[in-house]
C-alpha cells in the first residue's frame, strides 16, 4: 500500500521554527517529484513548495520564498520542509504530495496532513 507519512507539525510562536517530515513508502520514491501543499478552510491550496526527483530542481511559492527551505533524501525515502521565520498566515494543514505538476487533480498520492499553527 502506499502511505505518506508527514510528521513535525505543532503550535508554535510568530518568529519561529518548524521542521515537516514526510516519509513515503508502497511506490518508488525517488521517480517522483514531491511538494508541500498547504490547506486552510475557505481558501483554495497553497503549492508552498515543489522538488524534482533529483532534488536538483525547486519551486518555492513568492509567500514562503527565503523563509521555506524543501528537501529530500532518497535513501530514506523522506522529503523534509524547514519552516523558519513563521508568520501566523503560514498557519494551516501541511499535506505532502506526490504529483509531477503543481496542480490538485495531478496529485498521484496524498499524505494525512500535519497542522501548523502559528500564533501572533
Known amino acids: 500500500d502506499v502511505q505518506l507519512v508527514e510528521s513535525g507539525g505543532g503550535e508554535v510562536q510568530a518568529g519561529g521554527s518548524l521542521r515537516l517530515s514526510c516519509v513515503a513508502s508502497?511506490?518508488?520514491?525517488?521517480?517522483?517529484?514531491m511538494s508541500w501543499v498547504r490547506k486552510v478552510p475557505g481558501k483554495a491550496p497553497e503549492w508552498v513548495s515543489r522538488?524534482?526527483?533529483?532534488?536538483?530542481?525547486?519551486y518555492e511559492a513568492p509567500s514562503v520564498k527565503g523563509r521555506f527551505t524543501i528537501s529530500r533524501d532518497n535513501a530514506k525515502n523522506t522529503v523534509y520542509l524547514q519552516m523558519n521565520s513563521l508568520k501566523p498566515e503560514d498557519t494551516g494543514v501541511y499535506y505532502c504530495?506526490?504529483?509531477?505538476?503543481?496542480?490538485?487533480?495531478?496529485?498521484?498520492?496524498w499524505g494525512q496532513g500535519t497542522q501548523v499553527t502559528v500564533s501572533s
Open positions: 522538488i524534482s526527483a533529483t532534488g536538483a530542481s525547486l
Open positions: 504530495a506526490a504529483s509531477n505538476e503543481m496542480s490538485v487533480d495531478a496529485v498521484a498520492y
Open positions: 508502497g511506490f518508488n520514491f525517488g521517480d517522483n517529484r
